[in-house]
């Protein structure tokens, strides 16, 4: 399939982002089904293939869950192997997820809540991704956006996405969210009502 205009815009957006020496801090809104998250596989593949890690952040188990699934379809045949963490996961697949992260062989990682403990340890974080960020403490994505990914005691800030299908004007989006870039998805992909 083809991306649609405003999706390969939005891409273009965060690619530009990423690759700049400023952390992206940037807010990708459309509706339910425009395609924001193939927005953000895309952003994890490219920083995955860096050599670098990226999470996506999801409000509740059964989105982390939809996500992990479609994520991971659009990245059979990459290389890439997404992981997903969520508080219910089995306490020995914890084990060997944590260790996935700790040591870099997970790069793309997708999960709730749980990826926020103590015990979560990043290689090289590089990407924050959250859908419908609200739904976080700013303490809680704070653990995740200035993280000591390689353990040095060094404090580095991450790349920033946040995705959200409630719509909201400009001038709100400017009080909620600061300086934050924008990147709207008015297009819903082919065949999609």
Do not use: C, W
Not at 84 to 89: D, H, I, S
Not at 128 to 148: P, S
């Amino acid at each position: 399939f083809t991306l649609t205009d405003d999706q390969a815009s939005a891409f273009r957006d965060v690619q530009t982002d990423l690759m700049s020496t400023t952390p992206m801090n940037r807010l990708i809104q459309g509706d339910v089904g425009s395609g924001k998250t193939m927005v953000a596989a895309l952003s994890m593949l490219i920083t995955a293939l860096m050599g670098k890690q990226a999470v996506l952040l999801a409000p509740t188990s059964v989105l982390a869950s939809q996500h992990y699934k479609t994520i991971s379809k659009l990245m059979q045949n990459s290389g890439m192997e997404p992981v997903l963490l969520l508080g219910k996961t089995k306490p020995s697949e914890k084990v060997e997820i944590k260790e996935k992260i700790a040591d870099g062989r997970a790069r793309v990682i997708i999960g709730t809540h749980a990826l926020l403990t103590d015990d979560v340890k990043f290689k090289d974080l590089a990407l924050v991704i959250a859908d419908e960020q609200h739904r976080f403490g700013v303490k809680q994505r704070e653990k995740l956006l200035f993280k000591d990914t390689l353990n040095d005691g060094v404090v580095k800030s991450v790349h920033n996405l946040i995705m959200t299908a409630t719509p909201i004007p400009r001038t709100l989006a400017m009080v909620i969210y600061g300086d934050m870039a924008t990147s709207v998805i008015r297009q819903k992909p082919m065949g999609r009502q």
